[in-house]
């Protein structure tokens, strides 16, 4: 058995043309996908020309079998050489148990501080004065995307924001389309509901229900405003049967959905089947209410070893993921945007432009990772779940729910 | 038999003893102690990693006060009891007409165990997409002419769990049925000749006389099928997620969730712990009857 | 006295004759086979389904019917799954994990079942002192959800310094199959002649002879019951083999994993099919082979535990 890896080794050596010191690195991620493949690629391609080896451990799934996966591995004492995670508080525990790396001193003299934009994700990788993670795309979840021809084929025109979808819906309805598809995953779920916190209510409520946590207000008025448009939305959404996110976007863009609230990540399923940004399909970015966006997105994170050369391997990567390069190339293959200031986007849609052009105005909210524990936006998931699933619980009593999350969010 | 030659003390069936040592580790270090191991810490506070900070019966009173945790429960004891009778009745009543002696009985059989070849995340999978409205059964019977057909369990909050069922039963029942069948394999031709002669009626016999003989075989079952409901996750997990809302969540998702997406271990060791205690309640009084009551032949 | 035990649940006696009922054109044989048949359409469907789909073109499960035959066989997607289909950034398909998968299942299914088959030895001649409270400790170790014990039996292999090892995850396998098999050994061996036990004690065979030279060769129905439901068990395992394992030793049901569940727009249905069919080929094969044997191997052990 040993023999046969040997031979498949030997292979993967002779195709790159390695020098003899070549490292083995194992990057553990959950990007299989066929956009999200091309992407990791891109790194791995930028990692193997400096002559060390890339062992993919690619395992799709985020939160089933990676996250266990990966905190096994790191605490069992077999950590892998990096890892893909998103951008949150969830890794917070492994670093304070001492188990992940501190990548201060490579982000020092590589300068990141000056290059890395927004300083938010450098924020979110810093824990106690020294940086975790490295950043390696931005992706933002507040965005209202339609499909254009669904619209003017029933003599409507492109809604440009919330009220206007809300107002054209009844309309779509009669020809038998759903107004907003929506995939039944119980994260879409929470996507939606503090996609509309943001939108709807504004950046200013959003902080201050998550970050603050103000019960009494995340009961108060200004929420309930926020719960009527999530009862909207949940009769706009009354017939999307699909599970994934991107079936779900399939419906978009096969005209039987007029509209989906989903990150940028969408963009690569319409670039797909040929829609251009802006002649086919629309982007209101903030639901075209609020022109935020929260600048998260995924990261690496390198365990602490103690083998000098993977070490030096770990480095490598690091500086590969943020060197401008990788960032052109990757955050076009993943439709995302890049981590660095200082990079033009390669033939950018009008929807990555305004994206940019919001990230650069500062108009920024926080993600919700950042700011409450895994177990917080779990319980706002399950009641996310529940309100979206059954017609007959009440925006009401709904936000009753939630004020006492928020009162013992930690 | 266990007579033969008894001597005592320690050292008699020194090697016996020696060979069931990795029996005795598995079921005091791994079964015992890991299980030992997750109550004590559902007392903690422990989030991604364990922590040794106490924290009582909190753990407990949020589980209970979880309307996700109920649900979950019920769900899995409706579940589980259609599932426990249908898997009984469907693989004993196979077993039983295949057992008539009939033509084709290795093909019959076959068609009847393969789905147990195959793992739950492919049961959920292929029946996902029977089920679905749009390009399954629904949509193949609507095509036939029949317009009003309507046939979509898994997305109804009410019937979903029949949906599952309708997956599970159609993975598990054939083993059931082999175990069957084999148990009626086992019994003596001459038990159905003295009934015969008798004049009792073969659904009497089957009910009064073979059914209580094949004890051993419908334990093995049992344990079987009782031990893959409580373990239900794959299934759901391919099949609906836990959806529409929560009306399939099951509780071996639940832990797992709060495990490794919620990051609350200590949360998901109470229901977990919950989960094991029920268990415990239930087995050891009947194992006891089962296993420590009687001499075995 | 396992006969007497039997002739005491007999509720009538034994000595009349006569075969069982059965008339060949008969309204019950239409009955039975009605029945019968009816049944093996649910059973048949999804096979039939998976077999169709993967034979397909994409077009042609777009606009067709998915229990309708393929107008045009394929064997692209069979091709495509086995070789060439990315899972991550290896595209080389499930061929990737197949020789893992047997590397893992060979040593699991061996350990496994020479454990087991010594503690149903054990535990059905050689009672000793507490061998039912560990035989119900066993039984309960059933029922414990394998996720709820990831994080105890990480740490143990990483005390023993077995953890991200092939033998730490054989070992997982040898522990959670032990309770069934054991069960399933405990009552072949229940069924062996009592007669047969003593003699060979009276010519003075100890533990490890009587079960080598005696038992072993006895219970080779029983065995195959167990190489079969372990050998499935194992291969179509997922969770362990990705926890238990580093990326190089990943079984196939990881690559199955990614292919299945990494969606990016249009669904790749046929190549889904054909990997998942690909991926449960092994088990598929002894399931065909053997359905016999694993009937005739529970038999034995089935009325007379």
């Known amino acids: 058995m040993r023999k046969f890896n040997t031979i498949a080794f030997g292979a993967i050596l002779a195709t790159t043309a390695l020098p003899a010191f070549a490292t083995d690195l194992e990057v553990t991620h959950w990007w299989t996908s066929g956009a999200e493949a091309a992407a990791i690629g891109v790194i ?23 996250r266990p996966l990966i905190t096994s591995r790191i605490t069992g004492g077999d950590p892998m050489g990096a890892t893909q995670f998103t951008h949150s508080s969830a890794m917070r525990e492994l670093i304070e148990a001492g188990f992940m790396r501190d990548v201060t001193e490579i982000a020092e003299t590589q300068g990141w501080k000056d290059q890395i934009f927004p300083q938010s994700l450098l924020d979110s990788c810093t824990f106690e004065g020294k940086l975790y993670c490295v950043p390696s795309n931005i992706h933002s979840q507040q965005w209202l995307w339609l499909n254009n021809a669904v619209f003017t084929d029933n003599g409507l025109s492109v809604p440009q924001n919330w009220d206007e979808f809300v107002a054209a819906a009844p309309t779509l309805r009669e020809k038998g389309i759903i107004p907003l598809a929506q995939g039944q ?39 309930a405003k926020v719960f009527t448009a999530a009862a909207q939305a949940r009769d706009l959404m009354e017939g999307s049967n699909v599970q994934a996110w991107n079936e ?7 005209g039987r959905a007029g509209g989906q609230i989903m990150g940028d990540w969408i963009q690569g399923e319409f670039n797909q089947s040929g829609m251009k940004a802006g002649e086919d399909f629309s982007c209101l970015p903030g639901l075209g209410v609020n022109e935020y966006i929260t600048a998260a997105g995924d990261a690496f994170y390198f365990p602490k070893v103690d083998d000098a050369e993977i070490i030096a391997a770990q480095d490598v990567l690091a500086g590969v993921i943020v060197s401008p390069e990788t960032q052109v190339a990757f955050t076009k293959a993943k439709g995302a945007l890049p981590v660095r200031r200082d990079v033009e986007l390669q033939d950018p849609t ?16 926080e993600s919700i990772n950042t700011m409450v524990s895994p177990d917080t936006v779990g319980r706002v998931t399950d009641l996310m779940v529940e309100f979206f699933a059954d017609p007959g619980f009440t925006p009401e009593a709904a936000q009753a729910e939630f004020a006492e999350i928020i009162a013992t969010a930690d | 038999m266990s007579q033969s030659g008894k001597p005592t003390g320690l050292f008699k069936n020194l090697s016996a003893k020696i060979a069931a040592i990795p029996m005795v580790l598995t079921a005091l270090v791994v079964f015992v102690g890991c299980s030992v191991w997750t109550i004590v810490y559902s007392f903690t506070n422990s989030r991604l990693l364990p922590s040794s900070k106490w924290v009582g019966l909190d753990q407990y009173e949020r589980l209970w006060g979880t309307r996700r945790w109920l649900i979950s429960i019920e769900n899995l004891a409706i579940y589980g009891i259609l599932m426990l009778i249908l898997a009984l009745v469907l693989g004993f009543l196979l077993a039983a007409l295949i057992d008539q002696k009939i033509r084709f009985e290795d093909g019959f059989r076959t068609i009847f165990l393969y789905p147990y070849a195959l793992s739950f995340i492919v049961t959920g999978l292929v029946w996902q997409w029977l089920l679905n409205p749009e390009f399954g059964i629904q949509n193949a019977v609507r095509s036939l002419g029949f317009e009003s057909f309507t046939f979509d369990p898994l997305y109804n909050t009410n019937t979903v769990l029949y949906g599952v069922l309708i997956a599970g039963l159609w993975h598990t029942s054939g083993l059931v049925m082999c175990l069957m069948l084999a148990g009626l394999r086992g019994i003596d031709e001459d038990v159905w000749k003295a009934t015969k002669i008798d004049g009792i009626p073969a659904w009497k016999t089957y009910l009064l006389v073979v059914i209580p003989m094949m004890r051993p075989v419908f334990i093995t079952t049992l344990v079987l099928i009782t031990s893959a409901i409580i373990k239900l996750y794959d299934l759901v997990i391919a099949q609906t997620g836990g959806g529409p809302g929560l009306a399939s969540e099951v509780p071996a998702k639940f832990v797992f969730d709060m495990m490794f997406v919620s990051q609350n271990l200590a949360q998901g060791f109470a229901a977990s712990s919950m989960m094991l205690v029920a268990v415990i309640v239930v087995i050891i009084p009947w194992a006891y009857l089962e296993f420590g009551g009687k001499k075995h032949g | 006295m396992a006969d007497v035990t039997n002739t005491m649940q007999r509720p009538s006696p034994a000595h009349a004759s006569g075969p069982k009922p059965r008339r060949v054109f008969s309204r019950n044989n239409i009955v039975i086979y ?18 169709m789909t993967s034979l397909k073109g994409l077009p042609e499960i777009r606009m067709g019917s998915i229990f309708a035959p393929p107008m045009e066989i394929t064997f692209e997607p069979w091709l495509k799954a086995w070789s060439t289909v990315c899972t991550g950034l290896n595209c080389d398909g499930l061929s990737r994990g197949f020789l893992n998968s047997i590397k ?13 088959s010594v503690n149903g030895y054990a535990l059905s001649m050689w009672r000793f002192k507490g061998a039912n409270v560990f035989f119900t400790i066993l039984i309960i170790g059933a029922f414990i959800p394998y996720q709820v014990m990831i994080y105890p ?19 997982v396998h040898t522990i959670f199959g032990m309770p069934i098999l054991t069960l399933l050994f405990r009552n072949y061996f229940s069924s062996v002649p009592e007669e047969l036990f003593k003699a060979a004690r009276v010519d003075g065979a100890r533990f490890w002879t009587i079960y080598f030279k005696i038992m072993l060769p006895m219970a080779v129905p029983i065995f195959v019951v167990a190489v079969i439901l372990q050998t499935t068990a194992i291969w179509n395992d997922f969770l362990f083999g990705v926890i238990f394992t580093r990326p190089d030793n990943y079984p196939m049901t990881v690559q199955l994993n990614n292919i299945v569940n990494s969606v990016t727009g249009v669904k790749e249905y046929n190549v889904n099919m054909a990997a998942t069919l690909l991926s449960g080929v092994v088990p598929l094969t002894i399931y065909f082979l053997s359905g016999k044997l694993f009937v005739r191997g529970i038999a034995a052990g089935a009325v007379k535990g």
């Open chain 1, 44 to 66: 791995a391609d930028g990692f193997q020309k400096s002559g060390n080896t890339w062992v993919d451990g690619a395992i799709a799934g985020a939160g089933g079998v990676a």
């Open chain 1, 248 to 254: 779900a976007a399939r419906l978009v863009i096969d």
């Open chain 3, 153 to 171: 039996i990480v740490i143990l292999l990483r005390e023993i310094g077995l953890y991200g090892d092939l033998g730490g995850l054989v070992l």
């Open chain 3, 34 to 51: 009605g029945i019968l048949v009816v049944l093996a359409v649910y059973y048949l469907l999804p096979f039939y389904v998976m077999l």
């Open chain 1, 185 to 223: 995953q119980s994260w879409q779920k929470q996507l939606m509901f503090n996609v509309l916190m943001v939108s709807i209510g504004g950046p200013e409520l959003f902080e201050k229900v998550y970050s603050g946590r103000d019960a009494d207000y995340a009961a108060g008025p200004d929420v």
């Open chain 1, 350 to 365: 009008p929807c990555m432009e305004k994206g940019m052009e919001i990230l650069k105005s500062g108009h920024i909210v």
């Open chain 3, 104 to 116: 893992i299942t060979v040593p699991s299914v061996f350990f496994s079942i020479a454990v087991a």
